[in-house]
């Protein structure tokens, strides 16, 4: 059995060791890891323009995280304190009780070609509609490596938008990408039935292209925790989680807040994972104000009866197992073998889980004993850092600083110069 207990008090090497004793990477990916190989030079130039050099970011990772009854080391990619240790600690609390279970509730994507100067749109609208199976054989007809894959192109819907006195007939191209997020693809299929629309309405087409509001590519995550498994007063806290929750969708001030806790986990994997992570923000805030107002992400309600904390946590979710970073950065390449090289709707449900444990950690600091108490020790060590201090006296100069009255960097400095006479 693998040694995870106290994972964070181990040397870089010792958690070398045990993820080796882990078996949980071959021999490539584990020394690919273990010499901290980065993305080279001439690799990042042929990946994007102007590339003057690399830029690196911590890589950690979150051990006996469950998922769907399976357990993960999670990789995270983040700069930012605190998130690895609560998306950790979470994890544990959840692990505890079963894990998280999820539902995928659909793995397409949406494109759109929005067509204007048109007399009469709803006259254009039933067009459309009655020539769906042409265009969508259109549409599969310039990408036939999907289809042959078992995918494609599988269903057409249109609406007719107003804006300032300019309407739109706007034609949804629905496809399933199978592996990939599938941008490319889309927007090829989509410049394909461009020309058709156009022929076939007489309407001028204004742009087609891909739309990262991927209501198609929805996941859910869920957990339930007794509330003896919250610690002391587990009840008490779970009372508070469930109205910080309620607060989150009453006030967009907090839910913007709440939703950037959310977000600390899951772009922390889904940078890690190779993933556009930009694509992901986009899709999941502008979930977030679906019904017209921005709203908390997650709920999170208390069962009296059975005395557990129910956390849920539904979110377009269209990350990829192929294309893009996936299959050219090393770094990935280790992450992807890490949580065992899972195809993309087993990555979404981790993703979504992460982010529902990052949302219980936050809650659970904030209506507990705030959400100071752990950042304040980790704004300590990055002071201390800042101020000089090396590895042997960091802890020290650590302690010393929290116990100063005004913790800043000029303090810092000043307890690092007394190591230095």
């Known amino acids: 059995m693998n040694n995870w207990s106290g994972f964070y008090k181990k040397t870089r090497d010792e958690r070398l060791n ?62 930012e304190p605190s998130v690895v240790a ?11 009780c079963g894990g998280f279970s999820t539902t995928i509730h659909d793995r397409k994507m949406i494109g759109h070609i929005a067509l204007y100067d048109i007399n009469d749109v709803e006259a254009t609208c039933n067009l459309i509609l009655d020539n769906k199976e042409l265009l969508l054989k259109t549409a599969n007809e310039a990408y036939p490596s999907i289809v042959k894959r078992g995918g494609g192109a599988c269903d057409l819907e ?20 199978l592996e990939a997020m599938g941008a490319n693809m889309l927007n090829t299929m989509l410049e394909a039935v461009k020309i058709s629309l156009e022929s076939l309405t007489g309407g001028v087409a204004l742009m087609a292209i891909l739309s990262n509001y991927a209501t198609r590519s929805l996941v859910s995550s869920r957990c339930e ?16 989680i469930e109205l910080a929750s309620k607060f989150a969708q009453a006030d967009t001030y907090r839910a913007a807040t709440h939703n950037k806790g959310i977000f600390n986990g899951i772009d922390s994997i889904v940078i890690a994972s190779g993933n556009d992570w930009r694509a992901i923000e986009a899709s999941c805030q502008s979930w977030a104000a ?28 269209p990350v990829a197992s192929v294309g893009g970073s996936i299959g050219i950065n090393p770094s990935v390449k280790v992450v992807r073998a890490m949580l065992g090289n899972p195809d993309a709707k087993t990555l979404a449900s981790i993703i979504v889980s992460v982010g529902l444990a990052q949302n219980l950690a936050a809650l659970r600091a904030l209506v507990g004993d705030g959400i100071q108490k752990g950042h304040m020790k980790l704004h300590a060590k ?9 590895t042997d006296i960091l802890d020290e100069v650590v302690e010393k600083l929290r116990a100063e009255k005004h913790m800043n960097l000029a303090t810092a400095k000043e307890i690092v110069s007394t190591y230095k006479k």
């Open 382 to 390: 990055s002071l201390a850092i800042l101020a000089g201090a090396t």
């Open 18 to 79: 045990v993820i080796k004793e882990a078996n949980i990477l071959d021999n490539e990916h584990f020394d690919l890891l273990n010499n901290n190989k980065i993305l080279d030079f001439e690799t990042a130039n042929n990946m994007v323009e102007n590339v003057v050099g690399t830029f690196s970011l911590p890589f950690s990772v979150v051990p006996n995280f469950v998922v769907d009854k399976k357990s993960y080391l999670v990789p995270m990619v983040t700069e």
């Open 86 to 96: 609560a998306c950790s600690n979470a994890g544990k609390i959840v692990e505890r």
């Open 225 to 240: 925790i007794p509330f003896s498994n919250l610690g002391d007063n587990g009840e008490y806290l779970a009372k508070r």
């Open 158 to 177: 249109v609406k007719v938008l107003t804006e300032d006195n300019t309407s739109f007939v706007v034609a949804y191209l629905i496809v399933d990408t």
């Open 290 to 317: 679906r019904d017209g107002k921005y709203k908390g992400l997650s709920t999170w309600t208390c069962d009296l009866e059975k005395q557990v904390l129910i956390g849920e946590l539904t979110l377009p979710m």
